[in-house]
Nanobody
């Protein structure tokens, strides 16, 4: 099993920045990719960004492309989400998730961290 713990959420002004962290523990060798998702009040959870655990390839939702950057530190078993040029519509609970090789769905989820962007 893998445990994921997010941190770094909080309150930011529009145009500001925040960096989220996701620390993984347990059977981290089973992780193939790590992603970030978010869920705003009254909306469904949506994909934000993903990175492969070892290869460095990344992908982003169009809504965050050019503003958010996903990165990882394998030595620390940690994935980051650097969020710049924040907008009020980025307000949501942000979740990190891990996916095993061969799976299309994510297997591991963190508890979430709140990000609030004021205008």
């Amino acid at each position: 099993q893998v445990q994921l713990v997010e941190s770094g959420g909080g309150l930011a002004q529009a145009g500001g920045s925040l960096r989220l962290s996701c620390a993984a523990s347990g059977r981290t060798f089973t992780i193939y990719a790590m992603g970030w998702f978010r869920q705003a009040p009254g909306k469904e959870r949506e994909f934000v960004a993903v990175t492969s655990w070892s290869g460095g390839s990344t992908s982003y939702a169009d809504s965050v492309k050019g503003r958010f950057t996903i990165s990882r530190d394998n030595a620390k078993n940690t994935v980051y989400l650097q969020m710049n040029s924040l907008k009020p519509e980025d307000t949501a609970v942000y979740y990190c998730a891990g996916r095993r090789a061969g799976n299309s769905e994510y297997d591991y989820w963190g508890q979430g961290t709140q990000v609030t962007v004021s205008s």
